[in-house]
C-alpha cells in the first residue's frame, strides 16, 4: 500500500528536505503558497524516482485546508507522515514596536494555522499515522516577540497533542532541528557564517533517522 506523507510549508528549507528525504518511501503532498517552489521540488522528486501531488495553497484559509484533506480522504484514505513546517518569519523588533500586521499574521500562520490542521489530518493519521513538528525556540529572546511567542505556542500545542495521544496515536513528535542556512533564519541571522551551519538534507535525514522513518 502507498505511504502518504503530508509536508505543509514543502517548497523550501525544511519542509522540502523533509520531503526529498521521504520521497524514496512516500507519495508527497506538498503544500505551500509557492508554486515555483514546489514544480521545483517535483523535478527533484522526480528524479529520486519518487511522486508527488502539488497543493498550492495557503495553510491559513479554512476551506482550502478542508478541501485539501477531504481529498486526500478520497483519495487514499489516510495520511502516514504529516510534517507541519510552515512558518511565518515576522521582522525582528522589540516588544513595543511590534506591528499589528505582523503580530496577527504570525499569529495566523505559526498558530492558528497549526491548530486547524490538527484538527483536519488527526483523522487521516488514525492511530498508526505520525506527525512532526519542529521547534525553534526563540520565545523571550530579545525581539523574536512575534515569531518567538506565536512559534512557542504551536509547540505547546503540539506538546499537548503528544500528551494526549500517547495511548491512542497518533504519535507526534516535536524535533529539534540544529541550525540550518534556511531563508527564515538568513532573515533572522544576516550576518551569520552559513558555511558553519547543518545543510537542510543533511539535518532532515538525521530528525527522520532519530524517529525511525528513514536508515541512519
Known sequence: MTQIALITGASRGLGAAIALALAPTHHIVAVARTIGGLEELDDRIRALGGTATLAPMDVTVDEAMATLCRGIHDR????????????????????????ARDWDKSMSINLEAARRLIAYVAPLLGT????????????????????GTSK?????????????????????????PRPMPTATRARFFPGEDRETLTPTADEAKRLLADIGLVSA
Open 76 to 99: 487514499w484514505g489516510k495520511v502516514d507522515v504529516w510534517a507541519h513546517a510552515a512558518i511565518h518569519a515576522a521582522p525582528l523588533t522589540p516588544a513595543q514596536m511590534i506591528d
Open 128 to 147: 498508526s499515522g505520525r506527525a512532526l513538528f519542529f521547534d525553534d525556540p526563540h520565545g523571550g529572546e530579545k525581539f523574536f516577540g512575534s515569531y
Open 152 to 176: 512557542a505556542a504551536q509547540i505547546a500545542l503540539a506538546r499537548s497533542w503528544a500528551a494526549e495521544t500517547v495511548k491512542t496515536g497518533p504519535k507526534v513528535s516535536v524535533l529539534e
